[in-house]
């Protein structure tokens, strides 16, 4: 049976995994852009290259002396897959995964973000009222899965929603993407990730646009029609000039990731979420033989 501590070390491992270290695609998606940058003949292309160099650098650094990436290391939010698994002796998951934060906030350690929207009264462990975030899922499997992303709110900030018209179509979902990146610039620490969720209620699709930049970034769209979408909205934000670190460029964007669900005939909810360069994230999976 999975047990408390399990949970609460799962937990702390993947958060201070996810803060110190970009997984692959990430990594690569980045040294892509540096090399296309390399290539150009772009008016910013050494202040393109410049960031890029130096992105790199601190990724390499983060790793080699296991700090975190970013000093922001985000609101934490965890997608679980809880499947078919017994637990031992009744405890709450939600409270054993805020113990998982709270640790992983003190041994890292990680700055302390989490504050009370009114009297901004900082909890100091990274967790607090319906933080971290937890959204789960019922799955067939005999595993728990835990997937943290943490958020840094320098993205965060520049995400947006759109209750559009359906006649606005697919035409309407680009031009809302296309100026929610504008308005961004170099908010959001460029070169980003653009997740756009499509349909069911506003807050679905604000979800699903986080879920979508949990895909790999060089993993193709499933859907022929996202992946089309998807590839045309990555040109079109790369000819902006934003460029890394908003000082020009041909690598606004490392990627768009789309998701859609059904919705109301009324409706065409567009939601986009921002993620920087520092794209965060770790996963891990609890067996549970029954």
């Known amino acids: 049976m999975i047990t408390e501590n399990e949970i609460i070390e799962t937990i702390s491992g993947i958060y201070k995994n996810a803060v110190i270290e970009l997984p692959d695609d990430v990594k690569i998606a980045i040294e892509n ?18 960031n890029l160099e130096a992105i790199l650098k601190n990724i390499a650094l983060a790793k080699e002396n296991q700090v975190p990436i970013c000093q922001d290391t985000g609101l934490p939010i965890i997608f679980v897959k809880l499947g078919k698994v017994e637990f031992e002796n009744n405890f709450s998951l939600v409270e054993a995964i805020k113990k998982g934060v709270a640790k992983a906030t003190k041994d890292v350690p990680l700055r302390p973000n989490i504050v009370d929207p009114i009297s901004r009264e900082n909890t100091n462990d990274n967790t607090g009222v319906h933080v971290p975030i937890i959204d789960i899922e019922l799955t067939d499997t005999n595993y728990i899965e835990f997937r943290i992303l943490p958020k840094g709110f320098g993205s965060e900030n520049n995400n947006a929603l759109k209750m559009a018209l359906p006649g606005e179509g697919i035409a309407g979902v680009k031009e809302f993407v296309m100026e929610t990146v504008k308005k961004a610039g170099g908010k959001p620490c460029p070169p980003i990730v653009v997740g756009v969720g499509i349909g069911g209620t506003s807050d679905y699709a604000l979800k699903l646009s986080k879920k979508a930049i949990l895909n790999p970034l060089n993993e193709k769209n499933p859907d022929l029609h996202l992946a089309k979408l998807e590839k045309e909205l990555l040109t079109e934000i790369n000819k902006l000039n934003i460029g890394p670190m908003g ?15 059904d919705t109301h005939t009324a409706g065409l909810p567009i939601g986009v979420t921002i993620q920087c360069w520092a794209h965060r994230q770790s996963t891990a999976r609890i067996y549970n033989d029954l």
Do not use: P, Y
Not at 251 to 257: D, E, I, P, R, Y
């Open 247 to 261: 000082l020009g460029g041909k690598t606004t964007a490392l990627a768009v990731k789309i998701l859609k669900s």
């Open 33 to 50: 852009a540096l090399e296309n940058e390399k290539k150009s003949n772009n008016t910013s292309k050494e202040f393109a290259i410049l």
